[in-house]
């Protein structure tokens, strides 16, 4: 059997429409969402990310604001234009673009962004509210692979999910999200030590692992469903998933391609808290 190949242009595509169009009711209601974008330093790959969310804000018709500062920018210096982009009623959604120089403390960064604009949904109190349930933005990533699983139609509720990772920004948070859609979820990370006799139970198997290749077919249950987070540049330059495609694709029934699927859903996501933000802050959406 030959794998579905999730097709990205078509999914994500459709769904930056839905989004278009909730953003255009909502303009016509007077409030136009708007999405601050702020990269430190010269990090090429860190610029793409950032064109590519500045392009995408733009064409689903949410304001968008880049701020480059440069590679010695102070902490100081970066916590001023946070407060006052936290400040300012044009901007529903702030997004620091991460790695940090090392000179500023992401943390202090991240919690001094006002919860209410933090799309990456990374400050502590979304982190908390998110883990209890409560109403709030969901981080990027993990909620992209949610959005993929659901248009797909695979059934999430009672299914076996192995997330492989464990960071702040994917695996953590991608196990409570599952979770909330009824999964038995089990995490495995690098310390794991049968991995393999883990994640060949999984019926859903996702890889948070930022290493090239990695996931092979000998940890794939056949008919499982493959969603591969990893975004690793090669030495050729080309880009590569966690997961070895050409090795699983006869395995999985589902399997996402890397580039293509869960990189633009990331985006699409962060549209989507941007446009929950600024429905929130019309009050057209529920806080709490
Ligand atoms: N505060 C913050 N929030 C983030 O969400 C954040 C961040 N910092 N720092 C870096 C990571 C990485 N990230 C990606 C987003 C889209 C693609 C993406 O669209 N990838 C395309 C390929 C793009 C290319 O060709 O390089 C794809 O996979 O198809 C990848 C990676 C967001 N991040």
């Known amino acids: 059997m ?48 950032v064109r590519n969310k500045n392009r995408a804000c733009e064409e689903a018709g949410i304001h968008s604001e880049v701020y480059k500062l440069p590679e010695a920018t102070s902490e100081s210096e970066l916590l001023a234009l946070i407060a006052k982009l936290n400040a300012d009623k044009a901007i529903h959604g702030i ?44 981080p990027c990533t993990p909620a992209g692979v949610i959005e993929i699983l659901k248009k797909v139609g695979v059934d999430i509720a009672g299914k076996h999910a192995v997330v492989i990772g464990r960071s702040n920004i994917v695996g953590k948070p991608m196990g409570i999200l ?11 990370h690098s310390r794991t030590s049968n991995l393999e006799e883990i994640t060949s139970q999984a019926d859903i198997l996702i890889a948070a692992i930022g290493k090239p290749k990695v996931i092979k077919r000998r ?14 540049r090669l030495d050729t330059g ?26 633009p859903m990331t985006i699409t996501i962060l549209l989507r808290n941007t446009l929950e933000a600024a429905q929130r802050s019309a009050g057209l959406r529920a806080v709490h």
């Open 95 to 138: 997004l620091v673009q991460s790695p940090l120089p090392k000179q500023i403390n992401e943390e202090r960064v991240v919690e001094a962004i006002a919860p209410e604009k933090d799309v990456d949904c990374f400050h502590p109190v979304n982190v908390g509210n998110l883990m209890i349930g409560k109403p709030g933005p969901a």
């Open 219 to 232: 940890h794939v249950k056949p008919g499982a469903v493959v969603i591969d987070v990893g975004v690793n």
């Open 178 to 188: 599952l979770l909330r859609e009824h999964a038995t979820v089990t995490t495995c």
């Open 238 to 263: 080309k880009l590569s998933g966690d997961v070895d495609f050409d090795d699983v694709v006869d395995t999985a029934s589902v399997i996402t391609p890397v580039p293509g699927v869960v990189g």
């Open 2 to 49: 030959s794998a579905h190949v999730i097709n990205g242009k078509e999914l994500v595509g459709a769904y930056r429409t839905e989004i278009k169009d909730q953003v255009d009711r909502l303009i016509a209601q007077g409030v136009k969402p708007g999405l601050a974008v702020v990269i430190v330093g010269e990090d090429p790959a860190s610029h793409v990310y």
